[in-house]
Structures are given as structure tokens and as C-alpha cells.
């Protein structure tokens, strides 16, 4: 049984509000290593996703998923909100800015999938499965070989273990939740409809989200940035500095 916060808050009380959003299988730690840069100007909410997922009467769409971070927003008064998002998140984002506009001061989505077809959808659905009948245990390795670059695996192995501890304690039941919201996952045909400043990121290494894919999005997104960054799917542990001016340079001009 897990037993992580369902958030954390950091950086001063009185700055702009930036709530962060990990990828499946992940938990708020992800985030640690840009932890002292993105508090220095902003009070940060990270969220563990799949602590609230797995809470009873959860749904399994990504509408379900946002409106839980819209309820915890509203527990900490929180009206407006920088988002960044990546992978799972990213898509919680774009879900949460249909939702409500006016709470999304400005959205980054970064290496996230927004539409899937039938041969995603039955992946994703497969993995709930696999997670809800054996536990995270199968996942695991072949998660962290889609997520990193070769190098990065070899070369820094304490960082990885970090990441695999995460994945090894998320609860199967949040885990399956996020599963089966991506498996009916359907946002691209309302991207148009849009209305808060968006930049997508993506990773010129990725191999779970090629970079055209994202690109495509962003021109289907009024107004909507783009940047494709050396590095993998989790884009801020390979490219952290290159992430992190890209993300700061773009919410201080919204």
C-alpha cells in the first residue's frame, strides 16, 4: 500500500501559482531536480496523480483526471494556475484547459500523446490489465527503456533507480485508472478550441511520442508554441537545463 502525499507545496506563499503533473507510472518526486528553480518564482503544487486516481469512485477518463486536480485547487483557493504537464500530465493539462480556461493562466505540454488510435488504445488497455492483475512489477523495465536514451541508462544509474523505485511503489489501482483515461484518450480534434497560452515540448529522442506527432498538435492549436529539445520522453532528467529555460522563458512571458 502506498502512502505518498497527494501533493506537495513549495516557494512562497504570496508568488504566481505553477501546478505540475507527471507521467504515468511516476509520482510528484520526478519533478525534485527542478524543484529549487521553478520555486524560486513561483508557488509550486506538484501532484501525485495516481494517489488520487486510485481514491474510491474515481472514473477512468482524463475529464475525470483533471476535474480531481480542479477539486484540489479549489481545497487550496486556488483560482488561477500555471500548469506544466508531462506525458500524462500534458494531456491532463489540455483537459483541464477545456474545462476551464479562465483557472489556466498558461499550459506547457510536454511529451504527451493526445490522441489515440485503436492499436494505443488497446496497449493501454492491456497494461491496465497486466498492472490490476500482477502488480507493477511487469512494467517496470520496459517503462524505464522507453523513457531514457541508452546512455542515460547506463550512465546514470542512481538517477534511474530513483525513477524505477517510483514506478515500483505507484498503487496498481491509480496506475490502471491513468491506463484506461489514456486508452479513451480523443483531444485532438478539440484543440481548436483552445484558449490559454500553450507551448508543447517535445523530445527529439522520444520513443514513445515522435516529435512530428507534437508538432502537429501545436499547429492545431491557436496561437500554440513549439520546441523540440535534445533528449527523451522524460525530457527534464536528460535535458534538464534545456527544459527548464524553455519552460521558464514561457511562462514569464504569459
Sequence with gaps: MSHLPVHTLHGAADAPWLTLSHPIGATLEIWDGLMPELARNYRVLAINTHEQAGLPGAACSMDALAARVQQLWQALGI???????????????????????????????????????????????????????????????????????????????????????????????GYADSARALAGLHLQERLGQLQVPTLYLAGLDDQAVPAAQIEGYARLTPGARYAALAGPHILHLENPKGFSHSVLDFFGQA
Design 79 to 173: 483560482t488561477r494556475s500555471h500548469f506544466l504537464g508531462l506525458s500524462l500530465g500534458g494531456c491532463i493539462g489540455v483537459s483541464l484547459a477545456l474545462r476551464s480556461p479562465q483557472s489556466v493562466r498558461s499550459l506547457v505540454v510536454a511529451c504527451s500523446r493526445l490522441e489515440m488510435d485503436d492499436a494505443a488504445t488497446n496497449m493501454w488497455q492491456q497494461r491496465a490489465a497486466l498492472v490490476e492483475q500482477q502488480g507493477m512489477a511487469p512494467v517496470v523495465t520496459p517503462t524505464l527503456e522507453r523513457w531514457f536514451t541508452p546512455a542515460y541508462l547506463a550512465g546514470q544509474p542512481a538517477a534511474v533507480e530513483a525513477v524505477r523505485q517510483q514506478l515500483v511503489a505507484c498503487p496498481p489501482k
